[in-house]
């Protein structure tokens, strides 16, 4: 089945620094690539659908300035937390729709997450 | 506002037994059910889903019941596993249409965390 992975599974940063995380469709294209951020024992809060080739649309809440996400490719977005900080710490997963198309189902595919600890 | 509710927030359930999981919803357009399966530092995974026009889907040992009406679908696991402890999530989204199994911006309920004990 398609997969989708995220890099890196984990990172450590210090206050005030910036941290990328990608997110790549392996197998299929995505146009449409979701963020999501999660919190220990709770559910998933979408903060962006990234559209590639155009602006990402951020949820009520999110900062666009804060968490910038760039599709610029339809295999690969990425996601910078800039000047991160310790509130920034949280599990972030992103999940990708393959092209709805001859051998593509339009289903939703989710990558591993990536833990993010801001000191 | 909570879009989709889901019960309970954990669940015991012995080795064999069935696990029942529910969710209701207040969004009448949305049209695709999905059920995912998520272990600890990983990333969902989808179980089983199911359209409005239909009222039961059955994958394995894991089933779907769907009651439009009373707007409410719930998830079915036959002889539960200790493997099968993990956390899930319902989900839904709307203006799927007739494009395929595809999910758009999902709403997820606020999730299950199961155990199934020996």
């Known amino acids: 089945g398609a997969v989708v992975s995220q890099h890196p599974s984990r990172v450590i940063c210090k206050s005030g620094t910036s941290v990328k995380i990608e997110c790549r469709s392996l197998?299929?294209?995505?146009?449409?690539m979701f963020w999501y951020r999660q919190f220990p024992k709770q559910s998933l809060m979408l903060m962006a659908t990234?559209?590639?080739?155009?602006?990402?649309?951020?949820e009520q809440g999110v900062e666009k300035d804060k968490f910038l996400i760039n599709h610029a490719s339809l295999t690969l977005s990425t996601l910078t937390v800039t000047s991160a900080h310790p509130e920034d710490s949280s599990f972030y997963i992103c999940s990708a729709r393959d092209r709805p198309g001859t051998g593509a189902t339009g289903e939703l595919f989710f990558g591993e997450g990536s833990r993010l600890t801001v000191l | 506002q909570q879009q989709v509710k889901q019960s309970p927030q954990s669940l015991i359930v012995q080795k064999g037994g069935i696990s029942i999981i529910n969710c209701a919803y207040e969004?009448?357009?949305?049209?695709?059910f999905p059920w995912y399966q998520q272990f600890p530092g990983k990333g969902p995974a989808l179980l089983i889903a199911?359209?409005?026009?239909?009222s039961e889907k059955k994958e394995g040992r894991f089933t779907i019941s769907f009651n439009k009406s009373a707007k409410q679908f719930s998830l079915h696991i036959m002889d539960s596993q200790p493997g099968d402890s993990a956390t899930y999530f319902c989900a839904a989204s709307q203006g799927e249409g007739n494009s395929g199994a595809g999910s758009y911006q999902l709403t997820f309920g606020k999730g299950t965390k199961l155990s199934v004990i020996p």
């Open positions: 199911i359209r409005p026009d239909v």
């Open positions: 197998d299929f294209q995505a146009t449409t």
């Open positions: 969004n009448t357009a949305f049209d695709y």
């Open positions: 990234s559209n590639e080739g155009s602006k990402a649309t951020y």
